[in-house]
């Protein structure tokens, strides 16, 4: 079973499983379409992935995120006026992740050779027929892209026409994107002629775009419009293959990566809610939502404060965090009849034996960050998962002076990814969460890659986040967040989604539909979620007020009873109205009984499903 965000990427992995390739090469082939396609991601984004290894009967954790470069420091930034890094642009970008994690999971784990992989990406880079979705996206960022002389080149191909974006169907051609990719291909095949395994061969391939003539150029481009990666950063950055984090909910065992990542607060909210019976609450009744919107208070509170990269400094309390005791805790501070306006980060120092280090931080935090304040039943617009904005057929004055949304906020709340999953006959399980070098991209020099934007999740202050402080060398504290879940030992589920900040709240509502309300992958990946906004965003604006808790701000599905809405405005909710409540979840269900594969994918996108 092969799932990701475009048919056609989705195509790909079909074919490499036709090949006879297992899921890592049906996950890679479809990773390097989707980046080739410009599926809200690019070549010089990061690759974070979950693999099952069913040899060994465990669960993989691939961190292919890239770091901050050198000169990427608090000074440097706060000398420009910024309060947050850049989110467009060469200074947004950390060193590229998704060759390098490509490489080492194929070459680890995959059976096929590079060139097989990349085969239909190198076939699209060569020209395909755009969709609706990109091609309007381009269109929409052009006076960005018109910035950066080598995304104007790749992108507006009818430069002073009223349309400068490729149209809808039209071939668009990406030859320097081409020759990128096949100097990885001939680097691979001069590897094999000279001697070299399948595995080192692969990994030269790697080298040459770290440390060859590939580098070369990405940071003589990066350079030349203001960027800060050097060789030595590409060179110095390295994938690593981690251990993952887990947790046990009623039986099934559910895994996340390290705190890099926000997948830990969907794990803090599973600890959280062993505490309810939210079977015997109904689903989306008033008292589920209430209860789901105050453990993610509690855990994206913590998130916001302690999750950073795990190899830096200071070293994040994650083991306290996790922990029952602290879960039981934090959830006997949940008022079950109104919304906590005010939520804080807890202490989970003394559950790992250890004194909390940063009383004063959180002291002051509390008089220097208040909260905002939301309008009151607004609607929130459709947002195309793909496109990173909102799509309506108002023009945009008239939408914001009819609808009173923040289209800005709800744009970096919403923003997206896109996400693989593969499944295969011997057990091999690939999830990933792709991302970074979205539209509109920065493309470093003659390379086609675009690059990162994911600087951006780096703070500034340490009063919001001590651990997650930008320094060159250091990995942002990012939303990505694949996911995977055992039962009895085996493979229960794959699953994963985009959408920025809302993406484990969305997948915390999935799994929860699964396993206490009975719903079948397709079912739960459809079903009307609930957002919360009581939380920093993680992109977006420079400014510390575009980032701050929307408190009680709730997102809910248009069609949701009228009875339930006034309960939560008694609650003290202030309530928006949303077509999609969730971006597209797409997942891999394990039928133990019957030993076979159920996929799901939503219909919030054009994330596609091919099983066989």
């Not at 006076?143 to 974006?165: D, M």
């Not at 855990?299 to 999750?307: E, Q, S």
């Not at 809302?502 to 992958?521: A, I």
Request: a neutral charge.
């Amino acid at each position: 079973m092969a799932i990701t965000g475009k048919p056609l990427a989705a195509t790909a992995g079909a074919q490499l499983f036709q090949q006879g390739g297992n899921a890592v090469d049906a996950a890679c082939a479809m990773l390097a379409a989707t980046c080739t396609m410009w599926d809200v991601l690019s070549w010089g984004g990061e690759t974070q992935a979950l693999i099952y290894h069913p040899k060994l009967k465990k669960v993989i954790a691939i961190n292919a995120l890239g770091v901050a470069p050198s000169g990427a420091t608090v000074d440097f930034f706060r000398s420009k006026g910024y309060e947050f890094p850049p989110e467009y642009g060469p200074l947004a970008a950390v060193t590229p992740g998704t060759p390098g994690g490509l490489c080492y999971m194929l070459a680890h784990y995959g059976t096929k050779s590079l060139a097989e992989v990349l085969a239909p990406a190198l076939e699209m880079a060569a020209g395909y027929p755009i969709d609706a979705q990109t091609a309007t996206s381009i269109e929409r960022g052009k006076e960005r892209i018109k910035e950066w002389p080598y995304s104007k080149k790749v992108f507006l191909v009818h430069e002073g026409k009223p349309w400068e974006a490729p149209e809808a169907g039209e071939v668009f051609v990406q030859q320097d994107l081409h020759k990128t990719l096949s100097k990885l291909v001939e680097a691979e095949k001069q590897a094999l002629a000279a001697g070299k395994d399948r595995k080192a061969a692969i990994m030269a391939a790697y080298d040459r775009f770290y440390t060859g003539d590939i580098a070369d150029e990405f940071v003589r481009g990066s350079k030349e419009q203001g960027g800060l990666i050097t060789k030595a950063d590409l060179a110095n950055w390295k994938p690593i293959e981690e251990e993952p984090l887990h947790v046990n909910y009623k039986g099934v065992d559910v895994y996340k990566l390290q705190e890099w990542t926000q997948g830990p607060a969907m794990l803090q909210s599973l600890q959280l809610l062993k505490n309810f019976d939210l079977k015997a609450m109904g689903y989306n009744s008033a008292s589920y939502i209430h209860t789901l919107y105050q453990v993610m208070n509690l855990a994206f509170a913590d998130r916001d404060f302690y999750y950073g990269d795990p190899y830096g400094k200071p070293k994040t309390p994650i083991q306290g965090l996790l922990h029952e005791s602290y879960a039981k805790a934090r959830a006997a501070t949940i008022d079950l009849k109104q919304n906590n306006p005010n939520v804080l980060p807890g202490d989970p120092y003394p559950y790992e034996g250890k004194q909390n280090p940063y009383f004063s931080l959180l002291e002051q935090r509390k008089k220097e960050f208040t909260p905002h304040t939301e309008l009151k039943n607004d609607f929130v617009p459709k947002h195309d998962a793909r496109s990173s904005s909102l799509l309506t057929e108002l023009p945009k004055t008239a939408l914001l002076a009819s609808l009173r949304v923040d289209s800005a906020y709800v744009d970096r709340l919403l923003r997206g990814t896109t996400s693989v999953e593969a499944a295969d006959e011997e057990g091999w399980v690939v999830s990933i969460t792709p991302s970074g070098g979205w539209l509109p991209a920065c493309i470093a020099g003659n390379t086609g890659v675009g690059m990162s934007q994911r600087l951006q999740s780096f703070v500034l202050d340490s009063l919001i986040n001590p651990f997650n402080v930008v320094e060159p060398g250091k990995r942002p504290r990012v939303t990505l967040t694949p996911s995977m879940a055992l039962k009895n030992g085996k493979p229960y589920l794959s699953f994963a989604v985009q959408g920025g900040d809302t993406q484990d709240q969305n997948l915390l509502q999935f799994f929860l539909n699964m396993v206490e309300f009975g719903m079948t992958p397709q079912q739960a990946s459809e079903a009307a979620n609930i957002n919360s906004n009581q939380l920093w965003l993680s992109l977006g604006g420079t400014k510390t007020d575009d980032r701050k808790p929307r408190s009680g701000s709730l997102l809910l599905d248009k069609n949701t009873a009228p009875a339930i809405i006034e309960q939560l405005k008694k609650m003290g909710y202030s309530i928006q109205f949303g077509d999609r409540t969730s971006g597209p979840i797409n997942a891999i269900y394990f039928d133990q009984q019957h030993n076979t594969l159920w996929g799901g994918s939503s219909n919030n996108g054009e994330d596609y499903d091919i099983g066989w």
